[in-house]
């Protein structure tokens, strides 16, 4: 069965960094693009990052963009997340997502089940 | 970016009735539109891509329609384990791929 499961959710002061992992299962996962998503505390989902499947092309939400990074090890079937400078707006639960493969249809066909990362002092 | 509107923020729905939510865009999408369905501490699941389109598994009482800027996602017939949350996501306009806020159904 096709599985992400993320780790390293945590909770961080202000100014801090943490990375997140998403482990991959059930699936060949060097042939797929993925995606980190977030939802803050009663929030909706919002989109966070894209990496393709080398980990050579990342594209990033504006209020994100120079503070995370996205990458990929095709050799250990796992997606990241480094964050830095974190600030309490980063509050939320974060997921990894599976991008489709039909060409041209850019819908995310599998998530994990997320991992909380609170920003406080 | 594209705006994505949901509406009823909330659908009061008793089991065996049809529930149909709607989600508006700011600018067309053509059909590159899907919905997902949330539990309460559980992954997003995908129910509905490029706008009508079932994903693998889905149960056929979830039919989704439309395209441009208006769509709909129908349950026709209620079970107990559809009472969720339901969002709908543009893929058209990238980045960045914008969801709806969500439309809670829940039990009448």
Known sequence: EAQLVESGGNLVQPGGSLRLSCAASGFTFSNFWFHWVRQAPGQGLVWVSRINIDGSI???AESVQGRFTISRDNTRNTLYLQMNSLSVEDTAVYYCAREGLETGEWYFDLWGRGTLITVSS | ???MTQSPATLSVSPGERATLSCRTSQSVSSKLAWYQ?????????????ASTRATGIPARFSGSGS????????SSLQSEDFAVYYCQQYNNWPPWTFGQG??????
């Not at chain 2, 441009?68 to 349950?75: A, E, N, P, R």
């Open chain 2, 103 to 108: 439309t809670k159904v829940e039990v009448k």
């Open chain 2, 1 to 3: 970016e594209i705006v």
């Open chain 2, 68 to 75: 441009g800027t208006d769509f709909t996602l129908t349950i």
């Open chain 1, 58 to 60: 990342a594209i990033y």
């Open chain 2, 38 to 50: 949330q539990k309460r501490g559980q992954a997003p699941r995908l129910l509905i891509y490029a």
